[in-house]
């Protein structure tokens, strides 16, 4: 019997088993054949963290993940959820002036999320949310001089 093995192919599940040949040109460029077919492909991008493959054959890309029995216990013990920063304030990274601010209370404000525009050295910096949370009050408005350290956006 034939070993199995279980991938992601853009998004679905499948088993796949041996009967495929790959002949490797280089790093990057394979051949791949299946049942007496020849299929031209190419290794697009590398994401190894994540076990991720992004595949052109014949001209149509994929994303191929492999799937190992690991994944299945990480992901019934519930440690594959990405915790989320919750926000509680907002404070001047450095002493500048506010050139604007996109929110206002009762906003609700998700992981990279533009806050306020801050000039500093002639600079233009756009701070953005490293978490989640809904604005309760905005300390600053625009035009005001702020210093280093100082509460801009308090959050619920």
Do not use: H
């Given at each position: 019997m034939a070993e199995e093995k279980k991938f992601i192919v853009d998004g679905l599940e499948i088993e796949s088993r041996s009967g495929a040949d790959i002949l490797w040109k280089s790093r990057d460029f394979f051949e791949l054949i299946y049942k007496g077919q020849s299929f031209k492909g190419e290794i697009v991008k590398r994401d190894i963290e994540n076990k991720k493959l992004t595949l052109k054959l014949n001209h149509?890309?994929?994303e191929i993940q492999k799937k190992f029995e690991l994944d299945a216990l990480i992901a019934k013990l519930g440690l594959d959820k990405v915790?989320?920063?919750q926000l509680k304030e907002l404070e001047s990274p450095m002493p500048g002036?506010?050139?604007s601010v996109?929110?206002?209370a009762g906003d609700h404000v998700k992981v990279g999320d533009p806050i306020l525009s801050l000039e500093a050295m002639k600079?233009?910096?756009i701070l953005k949310s490293d978490g989640e949370g809904i604005v309760k009050s905005v300390a600053i408005?625009?035009?005001?001089?702020?210093d280093k350290g100082q509460l801009l956006i308090e959050f619920e």
């Open positions: 149509r890309v994929f915790k989320v920063k002036r506010i050139l996109q929110v206002k600079m233009e910096n408005k625009k035009e005001e001089v702020v």
